[in-house]
């Protein structure tokens, strides 16, 4: 399993930004996508997940409303759409995957993480 996350930089705050990851899942070509982040002296923090289908998605509280997670129909192409940024979005975002539901991965790490992008928000 592969994952590649691209897209991190720099924004000033209000502003927006997309990630997007590809995955090389191999025989697993069906799991859940997300990304999780950490922030500088922080915990890892569950951002998003969606289903292969599409159909299915879950955020993080502190992005809800903001960030959408969407992927590619019929491919292992997840992006992450990140609107009102704020300087408390500043993280390094992981792109994962797992054989699990968008709901679970929220509350359990997944199995496989990608290297990560940085998200730098300038107030």
């Known amino acids: 399993v592969q994952l590649q996350a691209s897209g991190g930089g720099l924004v000033q705050a209000g502003g927006s930004l997309t990630l997007s990851c590809t995955a090389s899942?191999?025989?697993?070509?069906?799991?859940?996508l997300g990304w999780f982040r950490q922030a500088p002296g922080k915990e890892r923090e569950f951002v998003a997940g969606?289903?292969?289908?599409?159909?299915?998605?879950e955020y993080g509280a502190a992005v809800k409303g903001r960030f959408t997670v969407s992927k590619e129909n019929g491919k292992n192409m997840v992006f992450l759409r990140m609107n009102d940024l704020k300087p408390e979005d500043t993280a390094v975002y992981y792109c994962?995957?797992?054989?699990?539901?968008?709901?679970?991965?929220?509350?359990?790490?997944?199995?496989?993480w990608g290297q990560g992008t940085l998200v730098t928000v300038s107030s």
């Open positions: 969606v289903t292969y289908s599409g159909l299915s998605r």
């Open positions: 994962v995957a797992d054989d699990t539901t968008p709901q679970a991965m929220s509350a359990i790490p997944p199995a496989y």
């Open positions: 899942l191999g025989t697993f070509s069906r799991y859940t």
